[in-house]
C-alpha cells in the first residue's frame, strides 16, 4: 500500500513551449547530457530525473508565450474536482496523452497549470 506521502500530488514537470522541439532537444542533450524520449516530431521529454521536462514545438503564439508546470495526481477526476471547487478555472478538458491522460486550468491569479494522472 503506498504512503500517504506518495499520493500527495506533486509537481513533477515542466513543459516549455519551443520553436522546434528538434533544436531544443540537441540544446539540452549538448548542454546537460540528457537524453529524451521522442513523441513525435513536435514533442520530446527529458525523464532522467525528479522533475521531467517536456519540450513542446509550437508556432502557436498563445501556447509559445508560458512554460506549464504539470502536477502529478492519483486520480484525475478528484483533481479536476477540486480545482473548480478551489476557484480554478478548466481552460482545457481532460485529454489522453502517450503518457497518461491530463486537464490544463487556471488559478485565481491566472497563472496556467496541468494535471495528469499517468498511464
Request: hydrophobic share 35%; glycine share 10%.
Amino acid at each position: 500500500m503506498p504512503s500517504r506521502r506518495e499520493l500527495v500530488p506533486k509537481l513533477d514537470y515542466v513543459e516549455l513551449p519551443v520553436a522546434t522541439a528538434e533544436n531544443a532537444v540537441r540544446f539540452y542533450s549538448e548542454a546537460f547530457g540528457w537524453d529524451f524520449t521522442r513523441y513525435g516530431p513536435g514533442y520530446a521529454s527529458y525523464e532522467g530525473g525528479p522533475s521531467h521536462l517536456g519540450l513542446d514545438g509550437t508556432d502557436d503564439p498563445k501556447k509559445a508565450a508560458a512554460i506549464l508546470p504539470v502536477i502529478r495526481v492519483e486520480n484525475l477526476e478528484d483533481a479536476y474536482s477540486s480545482v473548480v471547487a478551489a476557484g480554478g478555472t478548466v481552460s482545457q478538458e481532460i485529454f489522453a496523452f502517450p503518457g497518461g491522460r491530463r486537464f490544463h486550468f487556471t488559478d485565481p491569479d491566472g497563472h496556467e497549470l496541468g494535471c495528469y494522472q499517468p498511464a
